[in-house]
């Protein structure tokens, strides 16, 4: 079984989390979830529809309309990245390098499949995953393991031979439930905020002091 990388999307391989914590923030507040920013922030992992429930319990929307909330705050959040769009320092040539090293890659997120097209096809770069699941394609989102080992799976790795690269605690602890190590981007959170886990190799800023090969070192 080879060894692999898998990358969240959202704060790992863009740094867009304050443009998600914004329309977010903005779609609560007009719904009178009366929470602040800061409040939002932590209620940001998941599914779209899982932060929903979370916050204004399992009968105040239904499925349809929980769907339409997502898909507009989404086109949201669009529309104010787009003009900033772009891989985080050093990611491009990171994937390059693990590319040429013979190294399976694929993304694991919590993101739909309509914020995951929006960043791989703008920035040009679906051609180096060989694996990529979405919110679309789990039951159970972050911490649950599910995603990270669907994406090990269809790269033929081996779970304990994978390395994650996360943003967020949940995410950390799904790798963590996974079996996997976990690389930290400091995005979002603080290294303080990650003080529960054992399975971190490293904390960066970004990508420019990353080698792929030194990673399994």
């Known amino acids: 079984m080879k060894k692999a990388f898998i990358f969240d999307m959202n704060g790992t391989m863009i740094d867009d989390m304050a443009y998600h914590l914004e329309g977010w923030y903005n779609t609560l507040t007009e719904l009178g ?5 800061e409040a939002v922030k932590k209620e940001m992992y998941g599914k779209n529809q899982e932060l929903l ?3 204004f319990g399992k009968d105040r929307f239904t499925t349809a309309e929980m769907d339409e909330l997502s898909l507009e705050k989404e086109k949201r959040y669009q529309a104010a990245y787009l003009p900033h769009l772009q891989l985080i320092p050093g990611l491009q040539a990171f994937l ?14 919590a993101a739909i499949p309509f914020n995951v097209d929006f960043a791989l096809d703008n920035l040009h770069i679906r051609h180096y995953f060989r694996s990529i699941i979405t919110a ?15 994406a090990a799976a269809e790269l033929g ?44 190799i490293t904390f960066v800023p970004d990508y420019t002091t990353l080698t792929p090969m030194d990673l399994f070192r």
């Open 53 to 55: 429930v979370r916050i």
């Open 96 to 109: 390059e390098a693990a590319g040429k090293e013979g190294i399976p890659m694929g993304i694991g997120t």
């Open 157 to 200: 790795a081996d779970p304990a031979s994978c390395i994650v690269f996360e943003d967020a605690p949940k995410g950390v602890e799904a790798a963590a439930n996974a079996g996997m190590k976990a690389v930290v981007l400091t995005t979002m959170h603080t290294r303080e905020e990650f003080s529960d886990y054992d399975n971190i």
């Open 33 to 37: 979830a009366g929470l602040s920013r």
């Open 136 to 150: 679309n394609d789990v039951s159970t989102s972050k911490p649950h393991p599910e995603v990270f080992l669907k």
